[in-house]
């Protein structure tokens, strides 16, 4: 069975192979057993090159060379490529993360500090404005922002918003050390789990008729969502980010004055 182009191309990018191992590895799936050259014919890859191909396939645990001669090679079934797959990601994330955090005792990472601290004195106010694409740059402008709150955090959220937030933000609320958080979002009965989790960490408002998306951080730094997010796919939802004591100061009277009306 002979895959479909459109099919062969969602392969490669699931499974972050190349074409040509995306053809092979189906050939061989379709086979079970084969060797180099049954399965270049097959997919039609060059012959050249589906040694190499299937020697990366094999380090990569899609594959296996079958004992013997002529040398052929067995399919991996795949929900264990799946496991595979999976293992390998988690671990090269670990790894990943691990080099970011040791970069923070390094000389280089301290030059980058120094750099952005010298830069952003000759920046003028009105300059230190940006845009997030994407929910999850948004969220994680959001994450950025509470975990460096250092008097107050004010959110304007929906119900659903509320929600979202909750499970993005309620590590780095409960963080927070002498920092006045206050969340105005409509409330209802299945936010009851999200009012018992944050007492204690932050104070929660029910608000009907307002409908805005903004967290307002010291009144300093401000950000506010362009779009209702009932009417926006999550890959395009927009937010504008401010650092500016003036205009964050006014979003933030803005919400002081809905927060005192309920």
């Avoid at 190499?52 to 490529?81: R, T």
């Avoid at 797959?85 to 980058?112: G, P, Q, R, W």
């Avoid at 209702?228 to 999550?234: A, L, P, Q, R």
Wanted: no cysteine; charged share 30%; aromatic share 8%.
């Amino acid at each position: 069975m002979v895959l479909k182009e459109q099919t062969l191309k969602k392969l490669k990018t699931i499974f972050d192979l190349n074409i040509y191992e995306v053809k092979i590895w189906s050939a061989l799936l379709s086979k079970g057993v084969a060797s180099a050259g049954e399965l270049a014919e097959m997919s039609n890859v060059p012959r050249s090159r589906s040694y190499d191909v299937l020697e990366s396939l094999e380090k990569k645990g899609f594959i296996v060379m079958k004992l013997g001669k002529p040398i052929k090679y067995i399919a991996v079934q795949p929900e264990e490529i799946i496991n595979r797959v999976k293992f390998n990601i988690t671990e090269k994330s670990k790894e990943d993360i691990l080099n970011i955090e040791n970069a923070k005792s390094t000389d280089l990472f301290n030059e980058l500090v120094l750099l952005y601290k010298n830069g952003i004195e000759n920046v003028e106010p009105s300059s230190l404005t940006g845009s997030f694409r994407g929910r999850a740059n948004v969220y994680s402008k959001m994450i950025e922002m509470v975990k460096n709150a250092k008097k107050s955090v004010k959110i304007m959220t929906t119900d659903a918003g509320l929600i979202r937030k909750y499970n993005y933000l309620k590590n780095h609320v409960k963080r927070l050390d002498k920092v006045d958080v206050r969340i105005l979002a409509p409330v209802s009965k299945e936010h009851d789990k999200i009012l018992m989790d944050l007492k204690g960490f932050a104070n929660i408002k029910n608000v009907e008729g307002i409908k805005g998306r903004m967290i307002v951080v010291d009144g300093k730094e401000a950000l506010f969502m362009v779009s209702d997010d009932k009417d926006i796919h999550e890959n395009y939802d927009t937010a504008i980010w401010i650092s500016t004591p003036y205009l964050a100061g006014a979003l933030a009277s803005m919400f002081d004055t809905a927060w005192n009306k309920q």
